[in-house]
C-alpha cells in the first residue's frame, strides 16, 4: 500500500500543474483583466486604482490623459498616455511574455510561494490563512453530518422499502432536495435569527465579540451556536442526495443471489446486512466522497457565506474571479485542485478498509 499511496502522490504533481496550466491559458485569453479593471477606474469609475498608480511615480500622466488618443490592446485605454498603460503593465506583471508569467507563477507555486494581492495589499498565503477557519468548519461539519444522517437514514430506508416509513421520509427527502440551500438559509434567518419571529442564534460570524474573554467550555459553545444556522442550511441541500444513493445502492446489493444464499444458510438479518451487504453497497457511496466534500467545502459553502456573513474562502475566490485578482484566484483554484486530489486518494484508501478485497498495490495508477 505504501508504494501505492507514492506512486499516487507523484501522479499529482503532473495532474495539478496540467489544472493550472489549462486555467491559466482560459484565463489569460479572457477580456476584463486587472488592467483593464484599473484603467475603468481612471477612466472614473472609481479612486483605489487611481490613488494606487499616483503613489507608484505615475501621478503626472494622469494630466495627459485627454491630449493622447491611441489605439491599445486594451478596452477603454483610448485617450490614456502610453507611459500610463506600461507602467500599469509593470505593476501587475504584464510587461513580460506570457511563457515568462507562467514560468514564474509555477515557480513561485512549488515554492508555495503565491505573491500578494492586486487589490488588497496582502500576501496571498496571509488572506487564504485568515479565510481558512470558516470554511474548514462549514466544510469539516457539513460533511460529517451529511454522511452522519444520510448513510443510517438510506439503510433503514432499503431495509424497510415500501413502508410508511419509508413514504414518508422519501417525502421529506425530496422536499429537502427541492429547496436550494440559500433558500432554507434565509428561511432559518428570518424564524431562528431575529428576522420576524425568534431571535436565537447570532446572524454573522463565526465566534462572538468577547470570544476572547470566554472559557474553554464558553468558547466551544459559542463556536458552534454561530454555526448552528449554516451548517443546518447546508445539510439539508446535501443530505438528501446521498441518501436516495445509500438506499439505492443498498437495494440492489440486497437483491443480488450471495444474499438469498446467505440468508438460507441461517445467518442473521443482521450479519446479512452488515456482514455482506454493507461493505459492497459502501463502494459507491464511497467513490462520490471526494467530489462531495469538494462541493459543500467550496460551490455549496458561497451562498451560504454570503448570507451569514461567513468571510471564508468560497467568498475570497469567488470575489477575486469578479475583481480579477489573478493570485488570489489562481491561489484559491491551486488549494481547492489539491484538496481534491488528496481526497480522491483518501477515498481509494478507504475502499481498502471497508472491503480488504480491494488491493491498490496490485494495480497501475
Do not use: C
Not at 444464499?261 to 446479512?272: D, H, I, N, Y
Not at 489562481?330 to 481534491?340: C, E, I, K, N, S
Amino acid at each position: 500500500m505504501g508504494a501505492y499511496i507514492l506512486r499516487r502522490l507523484l501522479f499529482m504533481v503532473p495532474t495539478l500543474f496540467g489544472i493550472m496550466t489549462i486555467n491559466f491559458l482560459i484565463i489569460q485569453a479572457a477580456p476584463g483583466g486587472p488592467v483593464e479593471r484599473t484603467i475603468a477606474v481612471i477612466q472614473g469609475f472609481g479612486t483605489d486604482a487611481t490613488e494606487r498608480v499616483s503613489g507608484s511615480g505615475m501621478g503626472e500622466n494622469l494630466d495627459a490623459v485627454q491630449n493622447n488618443e491611441l489605439n491599445s490592446k486594451y478596452r477603454g485605454a483610448q485617450g490614456l498616455d502610453p507611459e500610463l498603460i506600461a507602467e500599469l503593465e509593470r505593476m501587475y506583471g504584464f510587461d513580460k511574455p506570457m511563457h515568462e508569467r507562467y514560468l514564474q507563477m509555477i515557480g513561485q507555486y512549488m515554492r508555495f510561494d503565491f505573491g500578494e494581492s492586486f487589490y488588497r495589499d496582502q500576501r496571498v498565503v496571509d488572506l487564504v490563512k485568515e479565510k481558512m477557519p470558516v470554511s474548514i468548519s462549514l466544510g469539516l461539519w457539513t460533511t460529517l453530518l451529511v454522511y452522519l444522517v444520510s448513510i443510517p437514514l438510506g439503510i433503514a430506508k432499503a431495509v424497510r422499502d415500501g413502508s410508511r416509513f419509508d413514504i414518508w421520509t422519501s417525502g421529506l427527502v425530496i422536499v429537502g432536495y427541492a429547496i436550494p440551500s440559500f433558500l432554507f438559509a434565509i428561511l432559518l434567518i428570518v424564524v431562528f435569527a431575529g428576522g420576524h419571529y425568534l431571535d436565537w442564534f447570532p446572524l454573522r460570524g463565526l465566534t462572538s465579540s468577547n470570544w476572547d474573554q470566554l472559557s474553554i467550555f464558553g468558547k466551544i459553545v459559542d463556536y458552534f451556536w454561530h454555526l448552528a444556522l449554516p451548517v443546518t442550511a447546508m445539510l439539508v441541500g446535501g443530505f438528501a442526495g446521498l441518501t436516495l444513493l445509500t438506499k439505492n445502492s443498498f437495494l440492489d446489493e440486497i437483491n443480488k443471489l450471495y444474499v438469498t444464499t446467505a440468508r438460507a444458510k441461517g445467518l442473521s438479518e443482521k450479519r446479512v446486512l452488515y456482514g455482506h451487504v454493507f461493505r459492497n453497497a459502501m463502494l459507491i457511496v464511497i467513490a462520490g466522497f471526494p467530489g462531495a466534500f469538494v462541493d459543500i467545502f467550496f460551490t455549496g459553502a458561497l451562498l451560504t457565506e454570503i448570507i451569514f456573513s461567513l468571510d471564508g474562502l468560497g467568498l475570497l475566490g469567488y470575489e477575486a474571479a469578479i475583481g480579477r485578482d489573478y493570485p488570489v484566484m489562481f491561489a484559491t483554484l491551486y488549494f481547492f485542485t489539491l484538496l481534491g486530489l488528496l481526497m480522491q486518494l483518501i477515498g481509494d484508501l478507504t475502499y481498502t478498509l471497508v472491503d480488504r478485497r480491494i488491493d491498490f498495490e496490485s494495480r497501475e495508477v
